[in-house]
T-cell receptor, first 113, second 112 residues
Framework: GENVEQHPSTLSVQEGDSAVIKCTYSDSASNYFPWYKQELGKRPQLIIDIRSNVGEKKDQRIAVTLNKTAKHFSLHITETQPEDSAVYFC????????????FGKGTHLIIQP | DTAVSQTPKYLVTQMGNDKSIKCEQN?????MYWYKQDSKKFLKIMFSYNNKELIINETVPNRFSPKSPDKAHLNLHINSLELGDSAVYFCASIRLLAGAQYFGPGTRLTVT
């Protein structure tokens, strides 16, 4: 089955700086890669996703890049703000979604004022 | 923000009891899931249901059983609860091939 590795487990950055979280996956059949943000006590919320036929996707301060050859994808957050502090999860899925998502172990992002 | 809802939000019970968690989605999705988030925040899929059929069942003890009365509901029944079952359980749903998966608010289960 799919295995997703996520690094780092904790990331502390100064407000206004950029943050990068990296994930690798093992199943070459995976074709969909979402990123979720989870605040304390809340549900995971989808913040951005990318499909395997796209190399990069941006949404305001958030971007995701995908390297299918190397089987890794990354989340980039620019101009970080205090409200970006949360746990971020990457995930991977193959097929149409029937198998559900395989998640990385999460990155605790801390924005220092 | 009630597209996927779960009840109860908190559940405290003793070892050996049987309990159920309910999930409903009003998004018209055709596939629903149950995930378990342990104390280390690791999210792992437990079950997937599509059109009332179980599609995937990870290595979950048979004390756990999903039940789907219709496409909009997927309930989780747990028999003979154990201390290790303490976790947050999230329901989620998706329209197959459409991509985005949406989570319910979670149920924090504490077994004493």
């Amino acid at each position: 089955g799919e295995n997703v590795e996520q690094h780092p487990s904790t990331l502390s950055v100064q407000e206004g700086d950029s943050a990068v979280i990296k994930c690798t996956y093992s199943d070459s059949a995976s074709n969909y890669f979402p990123w979720y943000k989870q605040e304390l006590g809340k549900r995971p919320q989808l913040i951005i996703d990318i499909r395997s036929n796209v190399g990069e996707k941006k949404d305001q301060r958030i971007a995701v890049t995908l390297n299918k050859t190397a089987k890794h994808f990354s989340l980039h957050i620019t101009e970080t703000q205090p409200e970006d502090s949360a746990v971020y999860f990457c995930a991977a899925r193959s097929g149409g979604g029937a198998d559900g998502l395989t998640f990385g172990k999460g990155t605790h992002l801390i924005i220092q004022p | 923000d009630t597209a996927v809802s779960q009840t109860p939000k908190y559940l405290v019970t003793q070892m050996g009891n049987d309990k159920s968690i309910k999930c409903e989605q009003n998004l018209g999705h055709d596939t629903m899931y149950w995930y378990k988030q342990d104390s280390k925040k690791f999210l792992k899929i437990m079950f997937s249901y599509n059109n009332k059929e179980l599609i995937i069942n990870e290595t979950v003890p048979n004390r756990f059983s999903p039940k789907s009365p219709d496409k909009a509901h997927l309930n989780l029944h747990i028999n003979s609860l154990e201390l290790g079952d303490s976790a947050v359980y999230f329901c989620a749903s998706i329209r197959l091939l459409a991509g985005a998966q949406y989570f319910g608010p979670g149920t924090r289960l504490t077994v004493t």
